[in-house]
């Protein structure tokens, strides 16, 4: 499994703020949820990324069991971004 890095991005002149969720399989971004605060955001972003990969592999697969479903945890890092990574359930 890859783990997935979230980010804020402040507002420009042009854009509101976002937070981009990203890993090595790819990335999206979303506008700042602000119905959401703290940790939240950062998982609101990273389950759009995971939804968007699983509907990618059921459409390609055409199969149950998919591993972007596994729980996961987050943390904040030094700088300010968040990092989600998967948990086994075979502890």
Same mark, same amino acid.
């Given at each position: 499994m890859q783990a997935i890095v979230t980010k804020y991005l402040q507002a420009t002149n042009f854009r509101p703020s %976002?937070? %981009?969720?990203?890993?090595? %399989?790819g990335s999206v971004v979303i506008n700042y949820p602000h119905e959401l605060s703290g940790d939240a955001v950062h998982i609101s972003a990273a389950d759009k990324l995971v939804a968007k990969f699983v509907k990618e592999d059921e459409e390609k697969y055409k199969n149950g069991g998919n591993p972007w479903s596994l729980p996961r945890v987050c943390g904040c890092l030094p700088n300010g971004d968040y990092a989600h990574v998967f948990i086994s359930q075979n502890h």
């Open positions: %976002r937070i %981009r969720a990203q890993c090595e %399989r």
